[in-house]
């Protein structure tokens, strides 16, 4: 248990103890700098002045036998990708504090998330409703103070909860004058599960399952963030070559998820050859998932300690030939799509949001690396053992053409790095020539131990780009060496308001066009 | 615009000939369970509970020493089957799984030996565990979970218009409904369409565990469908609240027992999440459109 809890640097500046971890480490919680509220804010601002982004922003509640805690602590992760490392720092609050969204502005969700889960205030805070409404004691879900515009020729649309397709429910109200949009305002909760309640008191055989229908088009992603700080805190390293199989996963869901959303945003603009190819497409690569492990969106193929299924040198071989095949269909589809001059007009600056407002959201994934913000954490925070990451892909325009751009070249890194993997990793025998590799956890039968026993008193941080962008998770163990708390951050929870902002000056009709280029997740939001 | 044809050409034709001709599904999708009961331990009388004990979602239960598997709240995570050191229950790849009784969502130790065709003229076979496979079923002794067509069977048959309602659903359940509008499973070419409104439906296909947050929009738009309709519950979470139902041991003031709880429910199609074969036959049956047996 002893080398994952080494901490990497321990640093004493005017701003205290700084803790910094990498990813998918743990620390001690006693080696988390407490800082008094001023310099926690202040070291915040610094932080993000200086280039890192808040992953995480939660509270602790106290432990009130112990008579060292207060109320309330506030524990904040700072992803500082240039460094590849995880800074956690904290400062103890009673039950208000002034609001740090004024002067940090990606903390604005977090801070509402506080507030709803622990009642604690942050006082100033600009839009302090609820995320959620997962209080029992509070008011029913969608029943919010919505901000208005008033006058005689602004209209409100309402959209919502339940939408016209096959998809997930939230409620948009949006402020119009005529077919402009001045203000969209998105309010979610619907799909309010109860998740991170769940999860506290565990691990148990119920939480990798629960993980997985977190974001149900993101499971790989969440299945491997939560494994990484569960391995971090058991002290069980995952095997190398299920972390090969994790990654081929993880790139597989990415090339579904992108290829499908490039068919649903050439089937808005009424584009239907590469929405009719596409869609079938994305069933291709689930397929390929399916032939992994069963199931089509990577259910129960992460398990701690690595995979369930370790492919043979025939599925492997099978897995190239499909790959090869898909791929070019993929090419192919999108090639009509790029080569139509009436689609790029149309994609051409619609929903466009300023590398200003992306970095001060705080956004994430190809929607932040759309207005060309670098962030990626597939290279800024690699794990071992993996071979170097696809190249970062981005585009400076911040509109629906940038972001299907950045998606479409992601389809093509993605793909020659699954091919990488197939190629020199996966497929290739170990030098005896025998099939069967037993240093990956493969074998059904070889299932890890669902609820091993944690180090107490610790905090794990680990980061995974999904296709959607950086999942966060965070684990903190009590003495008992149980979940005290977790911390689950979907990349929808950074990415609504972006939404929100592409809208601003739209078009209302544009509305599907820019919600489907980001196509953001209800239940990551809600959990 | 020439590329754009000759891309038409190299995309090909995709529908799948289904339900003429018989699904590919991969070797390891893990379909219809089946528990052996000459080798469970627990219905022979002892006091095995593996398959129970490593169930994350609550779903076996035991019925007087004898395990009852409950598909609707099953998550086909497989663990069970790896847990049993006995192989008596295992999985097959038998996509058919929907039905209109809950309790023939039940699946009980029984005679799995009479189930298995001789070698290579099998339509399934056993996925889990592996890699050596147990063999390969035959279709004609499998019969498929039973369903009673809708309206009979006869006025829907040419036109059933469905809306579809996310009752926090995780997006997979919605993803595999969704594909059957694609080009490969075109799901119009049954009559069978996606709808906008609920004023326009026949039935309303309802995914998730309908938690707190989700109860009154379902009920509204249950009650804006015009009546009579069906119910139809896609996936574990709808059929019974699945790794969200109290049996799992998820409470917290979100109790969510899936759309049975709220609704009477016409058509159980289980799965976390279905594949897509599986809400295919299940919808097809369901309209009493005969599914032809390869066979036949
Ligand atoms: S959820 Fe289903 S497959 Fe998984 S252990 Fe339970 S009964 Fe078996
Ligand atoms: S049954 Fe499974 S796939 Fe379907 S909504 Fe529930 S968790 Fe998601």
Not at chain 1, 30 to 47: D, K
Not at chain 1, 311 to 324: M, N
Not at chain 2, 159 to 179: H, K, P
Request: with cysteine; aromatic share 6%; hydrophobic share 40%.
């Amino acid at each position: 248990m002893g080398e994952n809890m080494t901490t990497l640097e321990t640093q004493t500046s005017a701003a205290g103890n700084t803790l910094f971890v990498r990813n998918g480490q743990a620390a001690a919680m006693a080696s988390v700098p407490v800082l008094s509220f001023g310099m926690f804010a202040h070291s915040l601002q610094t932080a993000l002045r200086d280039g890192a982004r808040l992953s995480a922003l939660f509270a602790l509640a106290g432990r009130p036998e112990t008579k060292d805690e207060a109320p309330c602590r506030l524990v904040a992760v700072l992803a500082l990708d240039a460094a590849g490392l995880v800074q956690i720092l904290a400062a103890d609050v009673e039950n208000a504090y002034p609001s740090l969204t004024p002067r940090i502005p990606q903390a604005h969700l977090f801070e509402r998330e506080i507030h709803e889960r622990c009642g604690i205030v942050p006082e100033g805070h600009p839009w302090l409703k609820p995320v959620r409404f997962s209080r029992l004691a509070g008011p029913d879900v969608g029943h919010a103070d919505f901000y208005r515009i008033d006058g005689d020729e602004v209209h409100e649309v309402a959209v919502g909860p339940i939408h016209a397709g096959i998809i997930e429910c939230g409620h948009f109200r949006f402020q119009c004058l005529g077919e402009l949009v001045m203000h969209l305002e998105i309010s979610l909760g619907y799909h309010h599960r109860g998740l991170e309640a769940h999860l506290v008191g565990g691990p148990d055989k119920r939480s990798l399952p629960l993980l997985e229908t977190l974001s149900g088009d993101a499971g790989i992603a969440h299945a491997w963030a939560w494994c990484s700080v569960i391995e971090a805190l058991s002290g069980r390293e995952a095997s190398p070559r299920g972390q090969l199989l994790r990654s081929l996963a993880l790139e597989l869901e990415r090339l579904a998820n992108h290829t499908g959303d490039m068919g649903a945003l050439s089937g808005d603009i009424g584009f239907l050859p590469t929405h009719a190819y596409c869609g079938r497409l994305r069933g291709d690569w689930l397929n390929m998932t399916a032939m992994l492990c069963g199931n089509r969106f990577g259910r129960s193929f992460l398990r701690l300690g690595g995979v369930t299924f370790d492919p043979d040198r025939a599925l492997s071989d099978q897995l190239k030939k499909r790959l090869h095949a898909t791929a070019r269909d993929v090419r192919g589809a999108l090639r009509a799509l790029w080569d139509s001059p009436s689609v790029m007009a149309r994609f051409t600056g619609i929903g466009k949001i300023s590398a200003e407002d992306a970095a001060a959201l705080g956004l994430v994934g190809p929607a932040a690396r759309a207005c060309g913000l670098e962030r990626d954490a597939r290279s800024s925070h690699p794990l071992d053992g993996l071979p170097a990451p696809p190249e970062l892909v981005s585009a400076p325009w911040g509109d629906v053409l940038a972001r299907a751009r950045v998606r479409e070249r992601e389809i093509q890194t993605s793909i020659a790095y699954c091919h990488r993997l197939l190629e020199d990793f996966i497929g290739t025998d170990r030098e005896d020539g025998a099939d069967d590799h037993p240093q990956a956890l493969s074998a059904p039968g070889q299932m890890a131990d669902p609820a091993p026993v944690l180090t107490p008193d610790s905090i794990a941080v680990s980061l995974v780009e999904a296709w959607r962008g950086e999942v966060c998770h965070v684990a903190v163990t009590g003495t008992n060496g149980r979940l005290r708390a977790v911390s689950l951050v979907d990349p929808s929870f950074h990415n609504w308001a972006g939404l929100a902002m592409a809208l601003r000056n739209g078009q209302i009709s544009d509305f599907p066009l820019c919600n489907k280029s980001f196509n953001l997740s209800y239940c990551g939001h809600d959990q | 615009m020439l590329n754009i044809f000759l891309e038409r050409l190299r995309q090909k034709k995709r529908t799948v000939p289904y339900p003429k001709a018989l699904p590919q599904l991969p070797p390891r999708f893990r379909g219809r369970p089946l528990i052996n009961a000459r080798r469970c331990d627990g219905a022979q009388g002892t006091n095995c509970r593996d398959c129970a004990d490593a169930c994350p979602a609550g779903a076996i239960a035991f019925d007087d020493r004898s395990p009852v598997l409950d598909t609707g709240l099953c998550t086909f995570c497989g663990a069970c089957a790896t847990a049993c050191k006995r192989q008596a229950l295992f999985f097959t790849t038998d996509w058919r799984l929907a039905s209109s009784s809950r309790d023939a969502l039940l699946v009980r130790p029984g005679n799995t030996k009479e189930l298995f065709a001789p070698k290579g003229a099998g339509f399934a076979a056993v996925s889990l565990p592996g890699p050596e496979p147990l063999g390969s079923l035959d279709l004609k002794a499998v019969t498929p979970p039973p369903i009673r067509p809708f309206a009979g069977g006869g006025a829907f048959r040419r036109s059933f218009r469905l809306r579809q309602v996310s009752a926090a659903g995780c997006g997979a359940c919605e993803a595999d409904l969704n594909v059957l509008s694609t080009v490969v499973f075109d799901l119009a070419r049954f009559g069978i369409d996606f709808v906008a409104s609920p004023r326009h439906a026949d039935a309303l296909v309802i995914t998730g565990p309908a938690p707190r947050n989700m109860k009154q929009a379902l009920l509204i738009c249950d009650e804006a469908t015009p009546k009579p309709r069906a119910v139809i519950a896609v996936g574990a979470c709808a059929i019974s609240g699945g790794l969200f139902h109290e049996k799992s041991g998820a409470t917290d003031g979100q109790e969510a027992d899936g759309a049975s709880a709220l609704l009477p429910v016409d058509l159980y199609i289980p799965g976390c999440p279905p594949h897509p074969y599986t809400n295919l036959d299940g919808l097809l049956r369901f309209l009493g459109l005969s599914v032809q047996r390869p066979s036949e």
